[in-house]
C-alpha cells in the first residue's frame, strides 16, 4: 500500500504538479485504507446517463475541474438525482454555472457518485512554516467555514490526542447524533485518524489534505471529497 502511494506521488510530482485531481486523490485516500463512496468520471451527459445507471440513482453530479475550487459555491454539486431526465437537464444546469463562475476554467468533466447521507465531519492536514505537518478535526459540510470549529494536532498522533480533539470541538454534540442524525463512532473516527496521521509521515511530499466530509452513516464513516495538494 504505502509503496503505492508513493510512487502516485513521485509520478505526479515528476508530471511537474502539485495538485492532484479528484480521481487521484481518491486513489490515495483508498489506498490509505479509507472507505470512499462509488464514484465514476464522465464527459458528456449520454455517458453520464451511463455511469449513472451503474453507480445506481439517486445520485450526486459534481464538477471535475482543477480551476473550481469551492464546487458547490459555483453550483458544482447537485445531490439527490434520481433519473436520467434529472440527470441531463442538471448537467446541462451545472455547466451553465460554472461558466458564469469561472469563465475561463477547465472542466475535465463530471464525477456520478452514490448518495451517502450522514453526520459530515472534516478531516485535513497541512504544512506549518514553524510547527511542520498537523492534522485537523472539526465540524464539516459546506458550512465548515462559517463555524470554523475545528482542531488541530501536531503529527504524529495517538489514540490520546484524537479523544482531546473530538472534546475540543464546540459543536461536538453534533458528533453523538443529534436530531436523528447518526452518531460518529469514536472508535472508528480514531482509527481513521490514525491512518492520517500515518500517510502523512510516510509522506510528507503531502502539503495539504482536505477531507470534507467524511460522512457518518449507520454503516461507518464514509469519504465523499477528497483533494490533496503535494510541495
Ligand atoms: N455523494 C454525495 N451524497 C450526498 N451528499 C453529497 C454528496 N456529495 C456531496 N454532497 C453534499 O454536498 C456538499 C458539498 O460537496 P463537496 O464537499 O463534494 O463539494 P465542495 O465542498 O463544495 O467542494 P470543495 O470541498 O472543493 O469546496 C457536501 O457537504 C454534502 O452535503
Ligand atoms: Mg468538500
Known amino acids: 500500500m504505502s509503496a503505492e502511494i508513493k510512487k502516485i506521488l513521485e509520478e505526479i510530482k515528476k508530471q511537474g504538479r502539485e495538485v492532484l485531481t479528484y480521481e487521484e486523490s481518491r486513489k490515495i485516500i483508498d489506498l490509505a485504507g479509507l472507505p470512499l463512496n ?23 453530479l459534481k464538477i471535475v475541474s482543477e480551476d473550481v475550487i469551492h464546487k458547490s459555491d459555483a453550483g458544482g454539486v447537485k445531490v439527490g438525482i434520481k433519473s436520467d431526465e434529472e440527470l441531463k437537464k442538471s448537467y446541462e444546469e451545472m455547466m451553465v ?5 469561472y469563465p475561463s476554467a477547465k472542466v475535465e468533466g463530471v464525477s456520478i457518485e452514490e448518495m451517502v447521507e450522514g453526520t459530515e465531519v472534516l478531516i485535513g492536514s497541512m504544512t506549518d512554516s514553524q510547527f511542520g505537518k498537523m492534522i485537523a478535526l472539526g465540524i464539516g459540510g459546506i458550512f465548515t467555514e462559517i463555524y470554523k470549529d475545528v482542531t488541530f494536532r501536531l503529527i504524529p498522533i495517538t489514540k490520546e490526542d484524537v479523544k482531546e480533539m473530538m472534546n475540543e470541538i464546540k459543536g461536538k454534540k453534533l458528533f453523538e447524533g443529534f436530531r436523528g442524525l447518526p452518531q460518529v463512532k469514536k472508535e472508528e ?11 502523512i509521515e510516510e509522506n510528507p511530499i503531502i502539503k495539504e489534505m482536505d477531507l470534507n466530509p467524511v460522512v457518518a452513516t449507520e454503516k461507518g464513516l464514509i469519504t465523499i471529497d477528497a483533494r490533496i495538494i503535494l510541495e
Open 38 to 60: 462509488k464514484m465514476a468520471l464522465a464527459t458528456n451527459t449520454e455517458e453520464s446517463i451511463e455511469k449513472a445507471r451503474e453507480v445506481g440513482y439517486p445520485i450526486a
Open 97 to 101: 454555472n460554472i461558466k458564469k463562475h
Open 189 to 199: 473516527l480514531t482509527n481513521l485518524m490514525l491512518k492520517i496521521s500515518k500517510l
